[in-house]
């Protein structure tokens, strides 16, 4: 029995190509949503934004798209 081929599950956005507002938005979309816990040292909210958008510099992770669901995700690159 044959398997179903594998379709991509999105499309990959590169963040160069967004407004700085767009950017800016879904860094603070993603920021909020994760509600990422940094341990015994609170860090603000700026400075987990600015993470963000570093780990997007260093290639260390991707904006996707995903059309069937209509959502954008920050995920980190393997």
């Known amino acids: 029995m044959d398997e179903p081929s594998q379709q ?7 963040w160069r190509a967004l407004s700085a507002d767009a950017l800016r938005g879904l860094l603070e979309a993603f920021v909020n ?9 609170e860090r603000s909210f700026d400075s987990k934004v600015a993470d963000v958008l570093s780990q997007l510099e260093k290639g260390e992770a991707e904006i996707w798209f995903d059309p069937e669901t209509e959502t954008t995700n920050i995920v980190p690159i393997p």
Do not use: L, S
Request: aromatic residues 6%; hydrophobic residues 25%.
């Open 33 to 41: 949503r994760e509600g990422t816990d940094y341990g015994d040292v």
């Open 8 to 14: 991509p599950i999105g499309v990959q956005i590169d």
